[in-house]
């Protein structure tokens, strides 16, 4: 049997592999005999180049991974499959989130994390008995049936390590930009540590919970220096990017991690994302002397007042410009993200937020527009406030409006450009600008990641 894994990015080409595809190929290889694939679109955002793809591979199950930005390019991929008569598959957070929202469209639906609910439903579709499968959505008898819930929790460290050879490695660690303010011309990659965040902002929860639950779970330091060897011998990475939500919710592990980096020579630069109030100066300089360079935090607004009484972050803006400047003193690059747009927020807010970014010490700074994605507390928000949008494109936050708040689209969009021209145009940070347009490299990447915003 052949098994197809599709990750349908049709805009804002990237550098940052689909691992969470990569790991449950790793598993189908490990645990059945299926022949399984990847089908990647990035670096072919055609569906030409989909179909082309599954008339020569000839799969019999396509499983399709779904987000709410790109819901209608994954039914369009759904739609093709199914012209070829392949048992289409639909998983991911949007299918989690929403799974009334894509059941009429394909065969069946799995849950939450879908390494094993995948892997078993393969298994029992071949013996024709996936009413066994915990955590799925399937249509049987015309009728959809609901099994129960998957109530098993993945122990990080017992997944194999995800199947990098099924994608384009090469092009990812080329396009990969992640400590571009070090230097554009490393080259890098991502590794995943943890899956989950106890945290309860707004725009995130609680469908990170639904996902991962309600614990942080953390593979062992062992265990990913191991794996980070591995890709650095294969692939001659200089640096890598820890995608985790927050991985400094543990300073212990962090510590001990460190220390374990240190010691294996690896001689990697290193970032990863966190919060401002689960950072300091003792623990970012520990992280700086195991190659730590750049931290990414999300801060949001520069209004305390969307910050409290909308986002429910639970940060202090004191604390952002405190916390930053002690990165900057000890050598730590940061980058910053920011939404504008949120609900009830006016015009002067806006600028407030611009105004705050460029005071900063941050070298970096995103400015996306607020997308209330289905399932989150902020979604239900907005619901009952204004009026949402029921196509899922509108939910890019980057580049579209999903809400008709009190700013219109067009004031966003002019705000959203004036924060990146205000941002970058600092002093402060022409060296970083310089840095990429001194190579052919380095103005690639810059003009990846303006694309998004312009």
Request: charged share 25%.
């Amino acid at each position: 049997m052949k098994v197809t894994l599709v990750f349908p990015r049709f805009k804002y080409m990237s550098g940052d592999p689909p691992l969470g595809l990569a790991y449950l190929a790793s598993v189908l290889r490990n645990s059945t005999d299926v022949d399984v694939s990847i089908l990647d679109t990035t670096f072919h955002p055609t569906m030409d180049f989909i179909c082309s793809f599954l008339d020569r591979y000839k799969p019999d199950i396509v499983g399709v991974y779904f987000w709410t930005p790109g819901f209608n390019d994954g039914l369009k991929v759904v739609n093709k499959a199914k012209e070829r008569d392949c048992f289409t598959v639909a998983g991911g957070p949007h299918a989690t989130i929403l799974p009334e929202s894509l059941i009429d469209h394909v065969d069946a639906i799995v849950l939450g994390e879908g390494e094993y609910t995948f892997t078993d439903l393969i298994q029992k579709y071949q013996k024709g008995n996936m009413c066994e499968v915990a955590g799925i959505w399937y249509w049987e008898n015309s009728k959809v049936i609901k099994t129960k819930k998957r109530e098993q929790a993945i122990n990080l460290d017992e997944l194999p390590y995800p199947a990098r050879d099924l994608l384009d490695m090469k092009k990812y660690i080329r396009t990969w930009h992640l400590l571009d303010n070090i230097d554009p011309k490393l080259d890098g990659t991502n590794f995943v540590a943890s899956r989950g965040c106890s945290f309860n902002c707004s725009f995130c929860q609680p469908t990170l919970k639904e996902l991962f639950g309600y614990k942080i779970r953390i593979r062992s330091p062992v265990h990913i220096i191991k794996e980070i060897a591995l890709v650095k011998e294969e692939y001659k990475i200089d640096a890598f990017n820890f995608v985790d939500d927050t991985l400094t919710a543990n300073k212990k592990w962090v510590t001990d991690f460190c220390t374990r980096l240190s010691d294996s020579g690896l001689d990697l630069l290193w970032s990863c994302s966190t919060r401002i109030d689960m950072i300091n100066e003792k623990l970012m300089r520990v992280m700086y002397d195991a190659g730590l360079r750049k931290l990414q935090i999300g801060i949001e607004s520069g209004s305390q007042r969307i910050l409290n009484d909308i986002y429910h972050k639970g940060i202090k803006l004191d604390d952002v410009r405190k916390t930053l400047s002690s990165a900057k003193r000890i050598g730590i690059n940061t980058m910053t993200f920011f939404m504008l747009g949120a609900p009830t927020e006016i015009r002067e807010e806006a600028e407030q937020t611009i105004r705050f970014a460029r005071s900063l010490d941050a070298d970096e700074a995103t400015f996306s527009i607020t997308s209330p994605l289905p399932g989150t507390e902020l979604y239900e928000y907005v619901k009952r406030r204004y009026h949402i949008s029921n196509n899922y494109d509108d939910f890019d936050y980057y580049g579209k409006r999903a809400f008709n708040g009190e700013l219109s689209f067009k004031q966003l969009r002019w705000l959203q450009k004036k924060a990146v021209l205000y941002f970058y145009t600092h002093p402060c940070r022409w060296n970083y600008v310089l840095k990429h347009l001194v190579s052919p490299k380095g103005i690639h990447k810059m003009l990846i990641k303006l694309k998004r915003f312009m």
